[in-house]
Nanobody
Framework: QVQPVESGGGLVQPGGSLRLSCHASRMITSTFNSNAMAWYRQAPEKQREFVASITRSGTATYADSVKGRFTVTRDNANKKIYLQMNTLKPEDTAVYYC????????WGQGTQVIVPS
């Protein structure tokens, strides 16, 4: 499998910070480095939405809703991407997933982020 493993979620007060990790543990290095990786999130009873992506060379793209607050980074040697989330808001509450752009139907179990309102 190439299914990634997301971790690092939790309960954080508004204005707080959290760092999520995505480990492509079952993906070989050449595959991991062949394309961009991305973060998505899905709130209860809502559609999954794009959060951020990062190319194999490290160029990042962000959704307008998180721009200026979130930072995505990449560790190619360890086949990981991260999402540093600052100034968290209640609307950031969701299950966060990562995905390889060459495998659009392959998702991990996700990691839950809760920001109370």
């Amino acid at each position: 499998q190439v299914q990634p493993v997301e971790s690092g979620g939790g309960l954080v007060q508004p204005g707080g910070s959290l760092r999520l990790s995505c480990h492509a543990s079952r993906m070989i290095t050449s595959t991991f480095n062949s394309n961009a990786m991305a973060w998505y999130r899905q709130a209860p009873e809502k559609q999954r939405e794009f959060v951020a992506s990062i190319t194999r060379s490290g160029t990042a793209t962000y959704a307008d809703s998180v721009k200026g607050r979130f930072t995505v980074t990449r560790d190619n040697a360890n086949k990981k991407i991260y999402l540093q989330m600052n100034t968290l808001k209640p609307e950031d509450t969701a299950v966060y997933y990562c995905n390889h752009l060459s495998y659009p139907g392959i998702w991990g179990q996700g990691t839950q982020v809760i920001v109370p309102s």
